[in-house]
């Protein structure tokens, strides 16, 4: 069975090459995505949500 940490990390992995990619194709400085600490503090709030 696969450590669900690693899972997680995979996950964050792959928003983040997606967030690069989006990045890279935005012309709109005006466009606001998510860092990856942004995007792991909301995965924190979620997991906080769901141990309640």
Do not use: G, Y
């Amino acid at each position: 069975m696969e450590n669900p940490f690693e899972i997680i990390l995979e996950k964050l992995n792959s928003i983040e090459q997606a967030i690069e990619r989006l990045n890279k194709t935005t012309k709109n400085e005006d466009d606001i995505l998510l860092s990856r600490v942004e995007t792991c503090e909301l995965c924190e709030s979620r997991v906080k949500m769901l141990s309640l």
